[in-house]
Structures are given as C-alpha cells and as structure tokens.
Nanobody, 128 residues
C-alpha cells in the first residue's frame, strides 16, 4: 500500500518562496506518476504539477509555469514542489498524489480521478 505524507506548508508573504515535500512509502516499482494538486474551500481540486518517477517527464498547470518546479529524489523517496514568486491566489491545501500503471512511465495526467493514492495535505497561505 502506497502512503504519501506531505510537509513544508506554512504562512509566507507574497513574493516569497516555499518548498513542500511528499515522502512516498510502499512503492514497489518506478511505474508511478507523482503530482501535486491544490484545493480551496468551495472549489474543486486542481492539478498543479506532476512528474513521472522513472523518466522525469514533467507537466505543469499554466498558472504555475515559470514559478513552480517539481522534482523527485529517488534515494529519499521524496517528491518536492519548489514554489517561487508566490501570490495570494496560491493559498490552498496542497495534496500529493500518485498514479500507478504503464502509462505513468511516459506521461503525467491532470485528471484527479486517475490518481489512486493521496496524502493528507499541507496548508500553504500567502499573505498580501
């Protein structure tokens, strides 16, 4: 059973940087795509960024391109989301998610329903 534990959220000011982490346990292969989603009250969970574990292929939502960077550390079984130039509208609970399967080797899907495993979330608050 794959388990995901996020950490690193907090309160920052607009323009600041923050890095959130997701420790992955129970993974038995590299056939995973890892992603970060975010959600605010009353809104649907939205895709932020993702990376394939085996090949490092990445995918970003347009609203974070040039500001956020996703990466993974195989030795630490950890996925990171480096967030720079943060804006108040980036305020949300950030969730780590994992999709397992053949297609996960080659691409990162933005569809929430395709991710089988989810972390508990970490709150990121950006003040203006």
């Amino acid at each position: 059973q794959v388990q995901l534990v996020e950490s690193g959220g907090g309160l920052v000011q607009a323009g600041d940087s923050l890095r959130v982490s997701c420790v992955v346990s129970g993974r038995t292969s590299n056939n995973y795509a890892m992603a970060w989603f975010r959600q605010t009250p009353g809104k649907e969970r939205e895709f932020v960024a993702g990376i394939t574990w085996s090949s490092g292929v990445t995918n970003y939502a347009d609203f974070v391109k040039g500001r956020f960077t996703i990466s993974r550390d195989n030795a630490k079984n950890t996925v990171y989301l480096q967030m720079n130039s943060l804006k108040p509208e980036d305020t949300a609970v950030y969730y780590c998610a994992a999709e397992n399967g053949f297609h996960s080797i080659f691409r990162v899907t933005t569809e929430t329903r395709r991710y089988e495993y989810w972390g508990q979330g970490t709150q990121v608050t950006v003040s203006s």
